[in-house]
């Protein structure tokens, strides 16, 4: 998608898409009716915080926190450049706007969000309101992930059935702790992939296997934060496919250490979007909803990603927090989707192969080929897509 930048460098956008700001201070100054000058001596009003150096702490203790609820769903388009440009998408997902105007990727949002939220919420406001002056229709194949690249991706493996079923298979127990203090490891976040980029591997042989998860997008998160502060730092939602190489994987963990080789790019949905917008279906900062998993045209799996989690979302950032600061773009994935109710499937092959060890003593599906396709979606009680589809085939890297 090409740029919308005029030749003189200046911002095309209308202006009415780069006002709006609303903060505590300006939301209680527009319900108290007209401004009336200050009593003699009175302090004046500061403008919103703006990122800089103070660090997360203040961001977190500011006392310039949205009142209005910004609503939202984001996208990346492929520009040609490594972080794309940044859209807001429609409710629907038919149409989208590009937010050059206000922050021109979404690393640039998520730095300076409380300045920047507002007016993202109020493009979007105008166009499902069908009055945004450039939309242009919505093609998830022209997306790079939300968030083409990142300082941190982290991936915590809060559902217990999941742990269970692939050390039961193995002979291995569940560590004494996993029910204490959540599991998480740290992957890669310089590469990763969009929602409909062929995944490329160089061999058949490394196990190649898919995973479904929800993953979030957070703001500045400080050292020492507790589950509810760290919640509270949530951005956006998305779905990811967290690639696995399972042949690899157990070389590097006899190590001692790991992943390296045996976690690839990951891949996440085109769209990111604000908990506010999923309702009752965002609550006790977990999603519930099912993700739906279909592999080569056939499902797969429908496990309801807030069922048998024994932790949520702030409770993985505090843990994740316990020693760092988390800066804004950092992204948190909550492990493969799993319930122990069998009838909703699987979100990994890993899972299948493990329930047919247990039960015949042997694993009869294979990984992926070269060829196959994967398809990860969420829908919402109406049945509309939430962040519309990851959908990725399976290809050789290019000798």
């Given at each position: 998608m090409p740029r919308r930048d005029s030749k003189d460098g200046t911002d095309p956008t209308p202006c009415y898409f780069t006002t709006g700001v609303t903060t505590r201070a300006t939301t209680r100054a527009a319900d108290?009716?007209?401004?009336?000058?200050?009593?003699?001596?009175?302090?004046?009003?500061?403008?919103?915080?703006?990122?800089?150096?103070?660090?997360?702490?203040?961001?977190?203790?500011?006392?310039?926190?949205?009142?209005?609820?910004?609503?939202?769903?984001?996208?990346?388009?492929?520009?040609?450049?490594?972080?794309?440009?940044?859209?807001?998408?429609?409710?629907?997902?038919?149409?989208?706007?590009?937010?050059?105007?206000?922050?021109?990727?979404?690393?640039?949002?998520?730095?300076?969000?409380?300045?920047?939220?507002?007016?993202?919420?109020?493009?979007?406001?105008?166009?499902?309101?069908?009055?945004?002056?450039?939309?242009?229709?919505?093609?998830?194949?022209?997306?790079m992930a939300p968030l083409p690249r990142a300082f941190q991706w982290l991936d915590g493996s809060v559902y217990a059935n999941h742990v269970e079923l692939l050390r039961r298979a193995r002979g291995a127990q569940v560590p004494e702790t996993y029910l204490s203090e959540p599991t998480m490891y740290q992957g890669g976040a310089d590469d990763f992939l969009g929602p409909c980029d062929d995944a490329i591997f160089g061999s058949e042989d490394w196990g190649i296997d898919f995973e479904a998860e929800?993953?979030?997008?957070?703001?500045?998160?400080?050292?020492?934060?507790?589950?509810?502060?760290?919640?509270?730092?949530?951005r956006l939602l998305t779905l990811a496919n967290d690639w696995s190489l399972r042949n690899l994987i157990p070389r590097e963990l006899t190590k001692g250490f790991g992943f390296v080789q045996g976690k690839p790019a990951t891949a996440f949905a085109p769209v990111a979007v604000t908990p506010d917008e999923l309702g009752d279906d965002w609550r006790g900062a977990m999603v519930h909803l099912p993700v739906l998993v279909h592999w080569n045209g056939k499902k797969v799996g429908e496990a309801d990603a807030g069922t048998d989690a024994v932790f949520d979302f702030g409770q993985l950032l505090a843990h994740a927090a316990l020693t760092r600061n988390l800066r804004a773009g950092t992204v948190l994935g909550a492990g493969t989707v799993s319930n122990r109710d069998p009838a909703r499937g699987w979100s990994c092959i890993a899972e299948a192969r493990a329930r047919e060890v247990l039960e015949h003593g042997e694993a009869r599906t294979e990984f992926m080929k070269f060829g196959d396709r994967v398809r990860i979606e969420m829908l919402d009680p109406s049945g509309a897509s939430v962040f519309g589809a990851i959908d990725q085939q399976v290809a050789q890297r290019a000798r």
């Open positions: 108290a009716g007209p401004a009336q000058s200050p009593a003699p001596g009175a302090a004046s009003v500061a403008p919103p915080p703006r990122a800089g150096r103070d660090g997360v702490r203040a961001a977190l203790d500011s006392p310039f926190r949205i009142d209005r609820i910004a609503r939202m769903k984001l996208a990346t388009l492929k520009d040609g450049t490594r972080d794309g440009q940044l859209a807001v998408v429609s409710g629907d997902l038919s149409s989208a706007h590009f937010a050059d105007g206000i922050a021109p990727t979404l690393q640039r949002a998520m730095d300076d969000w409380n300045f920047v939220a507002p007016q993202l919420d109020e493009l979007y406001r105008t166009l499902n309101q069908g009055r945004a002056r450039h939309a242009f229709p919505f093609d998830a194949r022209r997306c929800v993953a979030v997008f957070v703001d500045d998160v400080p050292m020492g934060a507790n589950a509810a502060q760290a919640a509270a730092r949530i």
